[in-house]
Structure formats: structure tokens, C-alpha cells
């Protein structure tokens, strides 16, 4: 594998180079940002490839509104709330799902089967499905709202937290002033939804989208695959992640979404409203749809004013130029979710002090190498 | 987003499968992959078998899995 | 054998009186003999050749109590030796204190004594006094545990941070993340079926056997809860040295792996029982690693990185397997697994 990570790497090179200037490639996925922080990426690209963490964690750009009924639920004696791992720490008003942990009624599930069986185990109590994550992740839950249906598990409700890619993608490559020249697309979002899928953004906006897996090789040859494009002046689709992804993706998957849920208007901390970027339980489901349920209405949350997330996401600012960074906003408190993501640009900036690994760049003070989060 | 890893199905009744990745074996559904047979190395996200898994492609892509082709390809080097 | 026919622990098993004469005599008294516990007195009294001393203490509230390859008691008894071990000393006596819930069964009591028993005998350590609370059922998630321990240095090794320095090699003695991952496994909400097994093991005969063979070994530690990343970014702290390693070069078991990579745990983060990192003079490194390859505990041993000079602030840093480098942070505290 090592002398095809150089290979990838060498074409980077020859590509940043050949274009002379500042290239910026947003990667979208959480697990792409994960995954280029614990290989050590970034140290071996171009100094003039620069990478962007997109709004591609889902958990982090869940908005505060949603954590509060999330929490308020938890206080309530007659509930069980099922969620997955990602979720436990994401701050609202009143605290986090940890903090809830001691009151025993919030179970860490890692499949929405345990959450449905959860309700099947307790049917005195009323489970809260805690549904979030992308298109990856939602026919999982479509799934069970299907049995709940045909098995009338009336105790079991979903609070859907899903959201859409491309939207947000569309969104932010439609931003005046976004530096985006390209995107690394998201390995599992597009086995469901086909690399097809992110054609718009490569023909309306002219900007390559290339999708990868998360294997250090598979975003380095990506990224090696953007490059070429950029350097050749071209805007292309294309997957290097054959082993699993295919231009129509799985149709099944996508047929149960589609069954399930239809997309709606929706708040993402740090960008706002992103018009059809959730899926909302259709009709036909809103038995089960928790909002309904417990007669709620999932408010904007926090005031995040102030919050510059959307800058430093399309790269056009560093996180320390925002006013918040440090002061009001800090990985115990966070307000956007470059600051929720432990591995989001502002989370990283303010545990490393801008300090770069001694294979990159320069390595500056820290003003908190004592914080431990 | 999302953690997924490829599994091979060892058992398989209806949409209920077992899935097995290096000796852990997990519990996992079928249902968004209804052509998913015993023996097949799938994509595992979230308890879901979410893609077939092309055997030559896996080894190509997933370092874990070329490694331990690569060991077994050559009993006699030592690992670890 | 139980008392009075008691299935399960009563509150009055810890009151002092009769019923806890009883369990004291007749269940934990014959698991652990010996003069110094047989006495029963309030304290016990021991003759120690040497007022070099090593002295540590450790709870044990692990859950599930009973997992592949140990239990709490197994536990109690290898990590508190371990800190003795690793301290620089050779272990000689535990205390052992229980704070059992009212309900707690009879037989799982029993079941930890003798694998406290065989752990004690295992690691030539005398359990040689002790104590028994019972309280009200919810109030003790069924037993905790916590034992100190009483260990002899070592003539002539002297461990410690100011001893490090720059150019210092890093060895561990295998495989990293078997223990939690293992524990993970059996936890009630994720359980999975495994092959994992806990590497919970005592390690004094062995790093006794390294310390008295090699000089230049500076300093030790167990790398457990936070692993390998907790112990390697105390050590920078601690030092004011930085720190890097190699990711090639740390034993890792697939299994381990696989299941780190399906619940998005970074196995560097993960507790190890069976593990010592040493920090080793660049002279000794090879010796080092040899005695440790020679020993049962050590088959998978690696030397996986070095301590440097530090250029701005202290880190630890990782040279990743695809030639990349990243810095390696202390972990939060409490991973969970994740989907995302």
C-alpha cells in the first residue's frame, strides 16, 4: 500500500504545483475528518493542499433545539431514551445526554433493532429513538419504523435528527464567497445514494466531486484524483471506492427512505436553514414521530450569533478569527460545530494551539496544551 | 459519514444474519440488501449489511484485510 | 460453603456481628491463608527486610465482574501488584477491602475469592488483612473492590521521571487495547460475540526479572485507563519531553482492531491489564527487548518509539502507517462507540 500512497501523494504534488496557488478541498464526511486527523494526512500533502472539515458530522450540526428535547425527554420518568454513542456528548442548554446517564434511562445502542427492541423489552415505558446521521443511516431507521408499524410497538417513537448531503453541500458551494475548489464526497452516504448523486454540484457549480472511502489510501487517492482534475481544468465525478459504491447506489435503501420519510426545511448549527436538508416522517409514520408524539416543536435552540462555523467551514477564515473562539465558545461549551467536533477545525485549533505535527508546518504556542477534554 | 466495515455472513435465516469480521461476530439485518447470501463479505453499518463487498476490491482498499491476506498468503512469516 | 444456608449477601454480613464472623471465618479467612491475615487483628503485622518501601492503592468497580480472560477479583489482585511492579519493587502484601450490596449472591462472592486466591498465589503476594462492608441494594452496582499494596524496592533501581531523557527508546511488552475492548465486548447494551480475551495478567516476577538483568531502565508504567496514549502524554508532561512513536510498530491484535474499527475506537486510547511501557536508555533497548521477547508476557514485545527533545511545548506525536504524522492527544476519558 505504501508505494501507492506515494504515488497518489507524487501526483498531488505535480498537480499543486502546476496550478501555482492555494487549492482547497472540502472533505465532507465526519469520518473522513476523523479519519485524516489519526493517519496523519494532512502532514504528507502539498503545502498548498489545503483541507477543509466540512459540515459532514451530523451529530455536530445537530442544533441545540433538537439536543433540548432530547434532554427534556430524558427528565421524564415515563421515557427510555435509545441512542447511538456519537450523541451522548453534544452540549444543549441544560447539559448533555452524560449527564442524564446517572438517572439510568439512557441506553447507548448501536443498531436501531437494540432501540426497537428496547421498546419491545419495556413496554411500560415509552422509548425515544434518537435518530440521527445522514442518508447512511436513515433507512436504518426507516427500517424499524416499518416493524414498529406492522408489529404495532405503539411504545417506540423516533425523534428524527436525519440529514441530507448534497443540500448542504449546495448550500455552501452556492455561498458568494466560498474558497471551495472541490470535494472529497462521503464513502457510505454514496453506497446508499450513488455517486450519481453529486452530479448537480459537479455540473452546476463546476467544482470535481470525488468520492472516497476512509481508508488513508482511499482519501489520499482521492485527493490525488482532485488534483488532477483541478490542474487539467476540469470538473468531473468519479468514485475510487469501487469496492463498494456504485453511480445508482442501493436502490432498496433508498426506496425504504423514500417510504418512510420526505425531506423538509431544516436548521444546522453553525449554517442555519437549509431548505429540504432533514427527512421528516411522512404521514403515513407520524404516529411514531416523537415531535408529534409529545406535542413539540424543535425551536432554533441557543442563539449562535456571533458564530462564524460557516466561515471557517468553507475555509475562509481560521477559527481565530472568530469572536466567539476561546471566549464563548470552547470544546466545554461549545456553540458551532467546529467546536462540537472533537476533531472540527476549532476543536483542534484550540487543544493544539494551532500546533502542527513537526512533519507540517509551523508549530506555534499553545495557549492550552493543559486542557485535557 | 459513518463507521462501516466489511463482514462475512456465517449464518443467515430471513434477514437476520451474523456477520463476522476477524473473529468478532455481530448481529446484523439483511433488509436493505435482500441479495445478500451466506458467505457474502458485506458492508456493515449500524447492525445494517448496507453493500456487497468486492473480495479483490476489499484487498485493494482495507489495509486490515490486505494484511491478513497478505499473512495467510505466507504461513511462514512471522506477524505481529 | 455458605452460611447459615444464605444464598445472598445480607446488610447484616456487614454489621460486625455474628453473620460477619461467620463470613469472615468460613468464606474469605480459607481463600487467603496465611499468619499475618489468620490473626485477624486490627492491623496486621508483618517483617519487611528494607524501609524502601512502595505503597499503592486501587479501586476496582469494573462492569461486567466476570469477562474473558479475568474478573474484579483477578483484577484487585494483578493491577495493584502491577503499580508495585512497575514502581520498581517486588510485591509482598495486599489489603483487601469489599463493599458488597445487600443481594449480592453467595456463589459470585465466592467465585471472586478464589480467583483473588489464585491471582494472590500467582504473584507470590500474601493477602494480609482486610475489610468487609455490606450496603443497601442500588448502592454499590453489587461489589467494589479495593486493595493496596506493599512492595520492596528493587536494590539499586531508581525509576522515575527526571531520569528521562531525550534519545530514551519506548518498549512495550504486546499487544495494546485486548482488555477494554475485551470488557466492551460483554457490556450488556453492545455485547458481541469475541475471541477477545482480557490480557489481565501480574506482571512483578517479570519486570523484576527485566530490572535485575538490564540497567537503564528509567522509568515504567501500566498503561490502563486512558492507554497507551494516557501514559505516553503523562510521561511528556511529567518529563517536559516530547514523544514519538511509530504506529508500525505497535502490536496489535486483528481482533482488537476490528472491533475498534466497528465501534470507531482508536485502540491507542484503550485500557490495557497485562501491559508495561519502559522507558529504556538507547544502550539497553536491545536487551531489553530480547529478555522481554524470552519471557511469556512479553512474546509480542516492540520497541515503538523514543523520547525527543521538545521543540515548542511538550506532545506526542505518531508516525502513522502510511508514513504520516500525527500528534496523539489524551484521551477525554470515557470513549463510547460511535456510528458516525
Known amino acids: 500500500m505504501l508505494d501507492r500512497i506515494q504515488k497518489a501523494k507524487t501526483l498531488c504534488e505535480t498537480a499543486c504545483k502546476a496550478l501555482g496557488r492555494q487549492i482547497n478541498v472540502m472533505e465532507v464526511c465526519g469520518t473522513h475528518t476523523v479519519s485524516i486527523f489519526r493517519n496523519g494526512i494532512r502532514s504528507i500533502l502539498p503545502k498548498n493542499l489545503k483541507l477543509l472539515s466540512g459540515p459532514g458530522c451530523p451529530v455536530c450540526v445537530t442544533g441545540q433545539g433538537y439536543i433540548d428535547i432530547v434532554l427534556g425527554l430524558a427528565d421524564r420518568d415515563d421515557c427510555l431514551i435509545a441512542t447511538y454513542g456519537d450523541m451522548i456528548r453534544v452540549p444543549g442548554k441544560t447539559g448533555s445526554l452524560e449527564t442524564k446517564q446517572a438517572k439510568a434511562n439512557v441506553k447507548v445502542v448501536l443498531s436501531s433493532e437494540d432501540a426497537l427492541q428496547l421498546a419491545k423489552d419495556n413496554p411500560e415505558k415509552i422509548v425515544v429513538f434518537v435518530a440521527v446521521g445522514f442518508e447512511t443511516t436513515a433507512p436504518a431507521t426507516a427500517v424499524v419504523a416499518k416493524e414498529a408499524a406492522a408489529e404495532s410497538i405503539d411504545n417506540f417513537c423516533i425523534l428524527s435528527g436525519h440529514k441530507l448531503v448534497v443540500p448542504a453541500m449546495r448550500a455552501l458551494v452556492s455561498e458568494k464567497n466560498h474558497n471551495i475548489d472541490g470535494f472529497l464526497c462521503p464513502g457510505h452516504v454514496s453506497v446508499i445514494i450513488g455517486y450519481g448523486a453529486f452530479a448537480e454540484i459537479v455540473e452546476k457549480f463546476g467544482r470535481p466531486c470525488v468520492v472516497a472511502g476512509f481508508e488513508p489510501l482511499q482519501i489520499v487517492e482521492g485527493l490525488a484524483e482532485i488534483c488532477r482534475q483541478l490542474s487539467a481544468g476540469r470538473a468531473e465525478l468519479k468514485s475510487v471506492y469501487a469496492a463498494v459504491v456504485t453511480e445508482d447506489g442501493n436502490t432498496a435503501a433508498q426506496k425504504i427512505i423514500e417510504e418512510c420519510f420526505e425531506p423538509a426545511d431544516g436548521y444546522w448549527r453553525g449554517l442555519g436553514k437549509i431548505e429540504k436538508s432533514t427527512l421528516k416522517l411522512k404521514d403515513k409514520y407520524s404516529r411514531f414521530d416523537a415531535l408529534k408524539r409529545f406535542n413539540i416543536t424543535e425551536t432554533q435552540g441557543k442563539d449562535t450569533s456571533g458564530c462564524r462555523c460557516g466561515e471557517v467551514l468553507c475555509g475562509l477564515i481560521e477559527p481565530t478569527e472568530c469572536g466567539l473562539f476561546g471566549q464563548n465558545c470552547t470544546p466545554r461549551e461549545p456553540v458551532g460545530p467546529c467546536m462540537v467536533s472533537s476533531e472540527g477545525a476549532c476543536a483542534a485549533w484550540f487543544k493544539y494551539g494551532g500546533i502542527k505535527t513537526s512533519g507540517e508546518q509551523e508549530i506555534r504556542k499553545s495557549g492550552d496544551q493543559e486542557t485535557r477534554i | 459519514m459513518c463507521l462501516a466495515i466489511p463482514a462475512r455472513i456465517v449464518e443467515l435465516e430471513g434477514d437476520r444474519a451474523v456477520v463476522d469480521a476477524m473473529g468478532n461476530r455481530w448481529k446484523a439485518k439483511t433488509t436493505l440488501l435482500p441479495e445478500a447470501k451466506l458467505g457474502d463479505l458485506v458492508l456493515i453499518h449500524a447492525g445494517f449489511a448496507i453493500s456487497l463487498v468486492d473480495e479483490e476490491e476489499a484487498k485493494e482498499t482495507w489495509q486490515l484485510i490486505a494484511e491478513i491476506a497478505d499473512f495467510e498468503e505466507t504461513p511462514n512469516k512471522v506477524s505481529g | ?340
Request: negative net charge; proline residues 4%; glycine residues 10%.
Open chain 3, 1 to 340: 460453603m455458605k452460611t447459615e444456608r444464605h444464598d445472598r449477601i445480607l446488610l447484616a454480613h456487614g454489621g460486625g456481628g455474628q453473620l460477619m464472623d461467620e463470613l469472615i471465618r468460613h468464606v474469605i479467612l480459607p481463600s487467603f491463608d496465611n499468619e499475618a491475615l489468620a490473626e485477624l487483628g486490627d492491623s496486621a503485622k508483618l517483617n519487611v527486610a528494607s524501609n524502601s518501601l512502595c505503597f499503592t492503592t486501587d479501586s476496582y468497580v469494573v462492569k461486567p465482574l466476570f469477562f474473558n480472560g479475568g474478573d474484579i477479583g483477578k483484577l484487585a489482585v494483578c493491577g495493584t501488584v502491577n503499580d508495585l511492579a512497575v514502581a520498581g519493587s517486588r510485591p509482598v502484601a495486599l489489603s483487601l477491602s469489599l463493599i458488597i450490596e445487600d443481594g449480592f449472591e453467595f456463589e459470585l462472592l465466592e467465585k471472586i475469592l478464589a480467583s483473588i486466591s489464585q491471582a494472590a498465589r500467582q504473584n507470590n503476594v500474601a493477602i494480609v488483612t482486610g475489610d468487609t462492608k455490606t450496603v443497601e441494594a442500588g448502592a454499590a452496582d453489587k461489589i467494589f473492590i479495593n486493595t493496596a499494596g506493599l512492595g520492596v524496592r528493587l536494590a539499586g533501581v531508581d525509576l522515575g521521571f527526571q531520569r528521562i531523557a531525550a534519545g530514551d527508546k519506548i518498549v512495550i511488552n504486546g499487544t495494546i487495547g485486548d482488555h477494554g475492548l475485551t470488557i466492551i465486548s460483554q457490556r450488556a447494551d453492545i455485547k458481541f460475540q469475541s475471541p477477545l480475551q482480557s490480557d489481565c495478567v501480574g506482571l512483578a516476577e517479570f519486570t523484576c526479572e527485566l530490572l535485575e538483568n538490564t540497567s537503564g531502565i528509567k522509568f515504567m508504567r501500566d498503561p490502563t485507563r486512558g492507554g497507551l496514549a494516557a501514559t505516553l502524554n503523562e510521561v511528556s508532561r511529567s518529563s517536559g519531553l516530547s514523544i514519538e512513536i511509530s504506529e508500525a510498530d505497535i502490536p496489535v491484535n486483528p481482533a482488537v482492531q476490528a472491533a475498534a474499527d466497528m465501534l470507531g475506537f482508536d485502540v491507542l486510547t484503550v485500557a490495557n491489564e497485562g501491559k508495561f511501557v519502559a522507558i529504556v536508555s538507547p544502550e539497553s533497548a536491545n536487551d531489553c527487548l530480547n529478555i522481554c521477547k524470552n519471557h511469556p508476557l512479553g512474546k509480542k514485545a516492540s520497541i515503538i518509539g523514543e523520547v525527543v527533545e521538545t521543540r515548542d511545548v511538550p506532545v506526542v506525536e505518531m508516525v502513522t502507517k502510511i508514513g504520516g504524522k500525527r500528534i496523539v492527544q489524551m484521551p477525554y476519558g470515557r470513549e463510547l462507540p460511535r456510528i458516525c
